[in-house]
């Protein structure tokens, strides 16, 4: 048994946002919640015991990469993921298939370096191609990060030395194709490891082996995530196989672990409708949302109508989404739970995320950019409205002289304090669901100048 319920505690009057609580066999989250991604089980920059610290109720680990490094196996040997990475509360794996994408069509085409899932609101503002990424740390570019980090991991781990140069000097051609790095069949995917250049083969049984290897509570269904590029025909072709790797996943998944269905189709309405209607037919414990969904923010809540009124109560998690506008609208939609790599990533960045009360905006992405010369003497905290540990005790000077000084404690201070702002941003929601005042929250925040 795997000890998981999930039930709705109160629904918005005007929109269909709703508030629940999810119950699994190590805690409870209250929804809605925006899980953060542990790729390689850590929040990168991050202690499990910062997770506890802000209050973190569950994250987000991602099986393709714990695979292959250190193993699952190992993990399993060493007591599951939770012992692993010293963190007892509830953790989410995705399946692997989503590196069908991000190592395949995506970075073939680029759509994955480049890491908006939008291909037409690409560099639309400054810092507009930071990524919403499912649960996939390790197709980014990280210019400060790269130097430190990039050169451990090739040390520790080997191979791609070549590749890592590149990257790590920023030489690396833009647009130019690469490599399509996996093979993808009816009976499951093959991928080019970018660590050693071996191939791994995966299909709906094996990552269900790793995914119980590693014990998250937690698990996703095996499928394959299409491009905002497919076309028609490929996209129907990859929704059918998702589904027989549905009915697989559900027949060899470990029963302890509750299992979330993923609905696929592209933007394509007919195939939308075909695969919600499938996967809600099947025993899964929640729903979750993945695949292209479209080429801009009206595409993706065009998805989420055609889908989301086809659901019925289980749980409801939107894959790879965490921009603060897409936060507001998709809960106004229904959507429970997300994941997404962006708020930690853009800490890293350099990005630091502001409350309307501070002045962040939906122009400014309610962000800050630490780099700027302006906040040089800037002795205020990075948000003033914040209470996070890193705004209670540093001013925006200082984090700009730790970031331009290439300091290494920069990034744990910016990570503390966009997380704990995304947190502290999705109780405020739940808790203006429970008060009949999600719309007005909303307003307040999409409306601000
Ligand atoms: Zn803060």
Redesign the pocket.
Known sequence: MSGFSFEVLDRDQVSNARAGLIKTRRGDIQTPYLVPVATLGSVRALGSDDLVSLGVSCALANTYHLHLKPGDELIRRLGGLHRFMGFSRPLFTDSGGFQAFSLGFGREHNIAKIGNIFPQELNLIPGGNDCQQQGDEQCEEEPLESEIYRSNYRKSYGGGAKEGSKRADGKGQKNARKENLTKITDQGISFKSMADGAWHFLDAERSMRIQSNLGSDIIMSFDECTSPLSDYDYTKKAMYRTHDWAEESIRYHDKSQAIYGIIQGGWFEDLRRTSTDFIVSQPFDGIAIGGSLGNSKQDMHQVLDWTIPRLDDRPRHLLGIGEIDDIFECVARGIDTFDCVSPTRIARRGSLLLSPQSGGSRQNKFRLNIKSARFKGDDL???PA???P??CTYSRAYLRHLYVSRELSYFRLAT??NL??MLRLMESIRESIRCGSFMELRDRWLKAI
């Open positions: 905290p990075v948000d914040c209470s996070c890193t705004c503390l304090h704990h702002f």
